[in-house]
């Protein structure tokens, strides 16, 4: 049997590791064997949040970028895979995503799919129906292919420094809520429900056990894959709503819920109208009936006064 030499080489800088492979047939045995190289880790760089929490029965979003020093290429050009870290991706159990769905392992098909263009060097990854065994550690890898049948060439690129790690949550987070001091009845209120998650493609749905109406719903982007979604609820509190208790629930991705309540405390505006329009009416009709008394009274003793001149009194 002829026996083939092979030299491959394993080039580490900074925080990457680049393995370039071509495959040589041998021409008696037909097998295969892979030759590898080194090229300059400097060409690719990749940006991925170390650690994110993820929520079981949730979904949760890594963000992920990468660059050439190439500019963009097409897509029809490149190959994306997300992996264990320490496991070649040759092998379909060690991959939790492949472009090539044949080559996933079986527990992550259906749950994993990248949301970026690789044109656009966007690798993020998202993960649906977590599950507690989903913690990682993942690399992102990329390979050039052929544009022809998508066959690899010897150019690859595996960031095994550039990892995520899953921190694994089996509970969800309880919302903030954020109130005034206290409200006054009869003037504008607003109390914000607030809550952290790593899933900005299934937001958590905020409900309050109140009004409907007047509620604005925001997503905004904290920092490194962490979102925060908030509802703000704006209402005139009446002076029934004192002590009235107010409740804000999440649920996640329609499954695992959790809430926060506050007790709302209403200043009363005092009413003296019990005591102003009895009043009111008392003036008023004083007035009504006393000002004809007095002319009429006047008019009396002025016929009185001549009468008693015409009898010479």
Not at 23 to 42: E, F, N, P, R, Y
Not at 130 to 155: A, M
Request: charged fraction near 20%; glycine fraction near 6%; hydrophobic fraction near 35%.
């Amino acid at each position: 049997m002829n026996k083939l030499k092979s030299s491959g080489k394993l080039e580490r800088v900074g925080h990457s590791v680049k393995v370039f492979c071509s495959h040589k047939q041998l021409s008696q045995t037909g097998a295969k064997a892979a030759i590898c190289s080194s090229v300059s880790s400097d060409e690719w760089k990749a940006t991925v949040v170390k650690s994110i929490d993820a929520l079981v029965t949730s979904c949760v979003v890594v963000p992920c970028s990468f660059s050439h020093t190439g500019g963009n290429l097409p897509s029809s050009r490149l190959r994306a895979m997300w992996h264990y870290k320490g496991k070649t991706p040759d092998s379909k159990g060690n991959n939790i995503f492949h472009s090539d769905a044949t080559l996933i392992k079986d527990n992550f098909k259906g749950r994993t799919k990248m949301l970026g263009e690789l044109s656009h060097n966007n690798c993020t990854l998202e993960i649906t129906d977590v599950r507690d065994h989903d913690n990682g550690p993942f690399c992102f890898r990329v390979e050039l292919v052929k544009s022809e049948g998508n066959e690899p060439t010897k150019d690859m690129f595996s960031f095994v420094e550039d990892c995520v790690e899953l921190n694994m949550i089996t509970e969800p987070a309880e919302p903030t809520l954020i109130q005034p001091m206290a409200a006054t009845q009869g003037e504008p209120y607003t109390v914000i429900c607030s809550v952290m998650h790593t899933c900005p493609t299934h937001v958590p749905t905020l409900t309050w056990n109140w009004k409907t109406e007047g509620i604005i719903v925001y997503h905004r982007l904290i920092h490194s894959g962490n979102w925060e979604t908030q509802s703000i609820l704006k209402f005139i509190p009446e002076e029934k709503d004192d002590n009235r208790e107010l409740t804000c629930t999440a649920a996640f991705n329609e499954k695992k819920t959790s809430s926060s309540k506050l007790t709302l405390s209403v200043k009363h505006i005092e009413n003296y109208n019990h005591i102003i329009i009895p009043a009111v009416v008392g003036i008023g009709t004083a007035l009504l009936f006393g000002i004809p008394c007095i002319f009429m009274a006047k008019k009396y003793k002025n016929r009185i006064a001549e009468l008693q001149n015409q009898e010479g009194f």
